[in-house]
């Protein structure tokens, strides 16, 4: 059996139990010897949708809006090297350019062009750090919850998990930063519903498993000294080259790390973006505003139709 019928053959049976929920077909490609996993769902030649997740979610989070768009529109869904699917080599470069770099690839190796991005969270950044380099190629974007631009302040619950000793124990020893975020990134009583609790949950079952929600946490640039500030910079001077592709900023109100101060930073820089606020939603508001989300999406698509 090759490695990558092996790969999908494990993806299938680490996912069957969601039957309905995540009914996609794995796929991979090769990143010079580290698989990245993506979903591919809908009509090769439809409009492209690329949905970029963030941590410590996979791409279980844009389920529900792969089942509602992937009839007319061709859904790609990634999990960034380390998380869901993909591959969680112990030593990698969990860096925001070389996320970028995956991103590109995958979209470079399905010939993707005049596609929707929908980010979220770190994929905020990811996704606008491919969109400022390749611009002509985006035809929409919508933006949840996320920022890709310096001057937000890491709220302290985060910055502890980035603490030496404290943080590795917390985050990959006993998954807090992963747990934790169904129930205080949600606004739902009691957190998510157990079904999608499992779900979001399942990839990160072990220590070695948690490497990439851990160097997310510690590769947050806060400052001119970090490794990865040079990249943010570089992708937020790039952000005005998106002025010219029509933008939905859809936020969840209630969501304590990318506040509504985020928000109206998106609205500074894109005065012309259409704006939803979900009043009652956190952090995971597509979980928490599904309906409204999804309707919000589809108006939007139908007033911004994307040529094929």
């Keep these: 059996m090759s490695i990558a019928v092996d790969r999908a053959d ?6 069957a139990s969601f039957g309905s929920d995540y ?9 010079d010897g580290v698989a990245l996993h993506y979903v591919d769902d ?24 792969i089942a509602a768009f992937s009839s007319r529109h061709r859904c790609i869904a990634l999990d960034h090297i380390g998380c869901g699917l993909s591959d969680k080599p112990q030593e990698y470069p969990y860096r925001l350019a070389q996320h970028v770099d995956n991103l590109t690839r995958l979209i470079e190796s399905l010939g993707l062009s005049q596609m929707t991005l929908v980010v979220h969270d770190w994929g905020g950044a990811i996704g606008m750090g491919y969109a400022v380099r390749n611009p002509e190629r985006i035809a929409r974007l919508v933006v949840l919850n996320t ?5 937000g302040r890491a709220p302290l619950r985060i910055r502890a998990c980035r603490t030496p000793l404290f943080g590795p124990l917390a985050v ?6 992963a747990r934790a975020a169904t ?3 949600t606004e739902r009583p009691g957190g998510l519903a157990p079904e999608v609790k499992r779900g979001l949950l399942m990839p990160y079952d072990a220590w070695s498993s948690r490497i990439a929600t851990l160097r997310f946490v510690q590769d947050i640039p806060l400052g001119p000294a970090h490794p990865s500030w040079a990249t943010l910079v570089e992708i ?5 080259r998106l002025r010219g592709a029509p933008m939905s900023l859809i936020w969840g109100a209630r969501d304590w790390c990318f506040t509504l101060a985020f928000l109206d930073e998106w609205r500074r820089r894109f005065p012309d973006a259409e704006v939803h606020v979900a009043e009652r939603a956190g952090h995971l508001v597509i979980e928490d ?16 139709p994307v040529a094929t």
């Design 183 to 185: 129930v205080m990134a």
């Design 172 to 177: 990959r020893g006993f998954n807090a930063f």
């Design 147 to 151: 920022a890709a631009f310096t001057g």
């Design 236 to 240: 937020e001077r790039g952000l005005e």
């Design 42 to 65: 809908g009509p090769r030649d439809a409009p492209p949708i690329v949905f970029v997740h963030g941590n410590p979610t996979w791409s279980f989070l844009w389920r529900r809006a």
């Design 23 to 31: 009914p996609f077909a794995p796929h991979f490609l090769d990143l």
């Design 289 to 304: 505003a599904r309906d409204e989300v999804l309707a919000w999406m589809r108006a939007f698509f139908a007033a911004h």
């Design 10 to 15: 494990i993806a299938r049976r680490r996912t």
